[in-house]
């Protein structure tokens, strides 16, 4: 079982929808939970990061973590073809990180 | 800001040769990472350091080698360069002392192919 888990999708949403992107982990004792977008080509860009169970907000975008379902989404509220990308999840155990292979978002004007 | 230089962001070498790939950061963060990314294999761990002259092996060290002299650079060396070595190879560091709850930045990325 891997460490971290997303849909690879792809995911398309209407520009000006909601989109929603999950991840799962597998360590109850993970502590620190990122999300990173990832255009093609580049390197990830960090873009939130949650340790508390709740949610968290940052303009628009949304970070949720559950840790009793081991599980950490990220909403992108008004979605714009510029949030068009792979959006990789990374979760801390102990002293080491670990990232999902990415979900693919593609914003359709 | 965080800023993380990699030396090249396009390198093709020569199976069997010695490539090494330079990352440098402009503050005096201690921990550095070295992944290389892999379509429909994510990011995967390389070696990483928590100061200097101190190294820890990763996911998949075989193969490559680090050096870490001064704080602020952190070089990957593929001691002889194979095909499958071709890849995107991201440096990253974390910011603070207590790097378990800090997120990883990255550098550009050196897109490495062996031919």
């Known amino acids: 079982q891997k460490e971290v888990e997303q849909n690879s999708g792809p995911l398309s949403v209407p520009e000006g929808a909601i989109a929603s992107l999950n991840c799962t982990y597998s360590d109850r004792g993970s502590q620190s939970f990122f999300w990173y977008r990832q255009y093609s080509g580049k390197s990830p860009e960090l873009i939130m990061f949650i340790y508390s169970n709740g949610d968290k907000e940052d303009g628009r975008f949304t970070a949720q973590l559950n840790k009793a379902s081991q599980y950490v989404s990220l909403l992108i509220r008004d979605s714009q073809p510029s949030d068009s990308a792979t959006y990789l999840c990374?979760?801390?155990?102990?002293?080491?990180?670990?990232f999902g292979t990415g979900t693919s978002l593609t914003v359709i004007p | 800001d965080v800023k993380v230089t990699q030396s090249s962001r396009y390198l093709v070498k020569r199976t069997g040769e010695k490539v090494f790939l330079e990352c440098v950061q402009d503050?005096?963060?201690?921990?550095m990472f070295w992944y290389r990314q892999d379509p429909g294999l994510g990011l995967r761990l390389i070696y990483f350091?928590?100061?200097?002259?101190?190294?820890e092996k990763g996911d998949i060290p075989e193969g490559y080698s680090v050096s870490r002299e001064k704080k602020e650079r952190f070089s990957l060396i593929l001691e002889s360069a194979s095909t499958n070595q071709t890849s995107m190879y991201l440096c990253a560091i974390t910011t603070g002392d207590d790097y378990s709850n800090q997120p990883q930045h990255f550098g550009d990325g050196t897109r490495l192919s062996i031919l």
């Open positions: 503050m005096d963060h201690e921990n």
């Open positions: 990374a979760v801390m155990t102990g002293n080491q990180f670990y």
């Open positions: 350091s928590y100061d200097v002259k101190m190294k």
